[in-house]
Structure formats: C-alpha cells, structure tokens
C-alpha cells in the first residue's frame, strides 16, 4: 500500500499572516526614508541662491509677488515719463488741436465742390474768403457766369456743403441776385458752416 499524502490548504488567516509582517515592514521602512528626505534632502535640494543668499521655496514666492509689484510701478512711471500728455496743459492744448477739424483739407474740399458745376464753364462759385473760428467756418464768396441761375447754384452749393462729413449744419445765406456790368448777374454770399464736435 502506498502511502496518502494529505495536502490541507493555508486558510484566510495564515495567508493574510504571512502577508501582513513583510508588507508593514516594507510600509515602516518606506515611511521613514520618506520623512527622512522631507526633513534632509528636500531642503537641501530645493534651495535656490538669488543675489548670493540661499532662499527656500515659501520665500521665493513672496519674492516674486514683489518683483511683479515693482515691475508694475517702473513700468507706470516710465509711461508717465514717455506719454507726460495725461492730465498736463500740454496735453489739453493737443486735445484741442486733435479735436478742431483739418483746416486745408476743408478748404481743399470746398475748392472742389465749387468747381464742380457747370463743368464746361468758367469758374462759377468764387470763394473771397474764408475764417475759421470756434468750430465755426466763415465762407464769403459770389455765384457768378451761370447768368439768371446764380440762386439756383447757390442753393446746390449750400446743399454739397451741407452734405460734406463733419459739417453739422450750414446757416443759409440770404438769397440775393445782383447786376453789375463787368460780371453780369451774380450772387454774393456769406455762409457760416459749424462743425461737428
């Protein structure tokens, strides 16, 4: 007869017995060189030299919120230094220069709305003059070579003023037609053409 071995198998217990003493070894173990790096080397390691001392990381971090400040500040005085024109009457004075309209351009305009009627013609709305105040432009002229139509002409040319940008408003002038004997029929004007602030 041949002997019967008999085989019992490790219950819950012995298992978790075997396996519990290496595992809180190994957690002891792992735990205590972790807190030893905290304590020893992480210091060490994680110091950084800024203007020959040692700083930590906490310290870095309200140095850099100071740094950030001072940037800020230098950088808001340069602009003042660079851009004086804020608050100063120098920059008022820029201000009202920038806000007043292009005089030339204007007259250049006007130039060219006069000469554009009746084009085969002569010249036929003739500027005397012209004024610039307060936002306000004074026109002084004469409508003239278009015979019975120079109050015709004269309300178009107020119309083509009217309608140029920038202009508010164009106070009519007083429609009058005149003979003379060198020139004919003809209208003389004075307009008063305000701008838009």
Do not use: C
Not at 98 to 105: E, G, L, N, Q, V
């Amino acid at each position: 007869m041949t002997p019967t071995s008999t085989q019992t198998t490790p219950g819950l217990n012995e298992i978790l017995r075997r396996v519990l003493v290496p595992l809180a070894l190994f957690a002891v173990v792992l735990l205590s060189l972790l807190l030893l790096s905290w304590f020893l080397l992480l210091p060490r390691f994680t110091r950084v030299e800024l203007h020959g001392a040692s700083q930590d990381p906490e310290r870095l971090q309200a140095y850099s919120q100071e740094v950030e400040t001072a940037i800020h500040t230098s950088e808001e005085r340069r602009l003042a230094l660079i851009l004086p024109l804020a608050d100063s009457p120098f920059g008022v004075l820029v201000d009202a220069k920038m806000s007043t309209p292009d005089f030339d351009a204007f007259f250049q305009k006007i130039k060219n709305v006069s000469g554009s009627f009746l084009p085969g013609k002569k010249q036929v709305v003739i500027i005397q003059s012209i004024a610039l105040e307060d936002q306000v432009v004074e026109l002084t002229g004469d409508v003239r070579n278009v015979g019975l139509q120079s109050m015709a002409v004269l309300a178009q040319f107020v119309d083509a003023l009217r309608a140029m940008p920038g202009v508010d408003r164009v106070d009519y002038p007083s429609f009058i037609r005149e003979q003379n004997s060198t020139i004919g029929f003809h209208s003389p004007f004075t307009l008063r053409i305000h701008f838009k602030s």
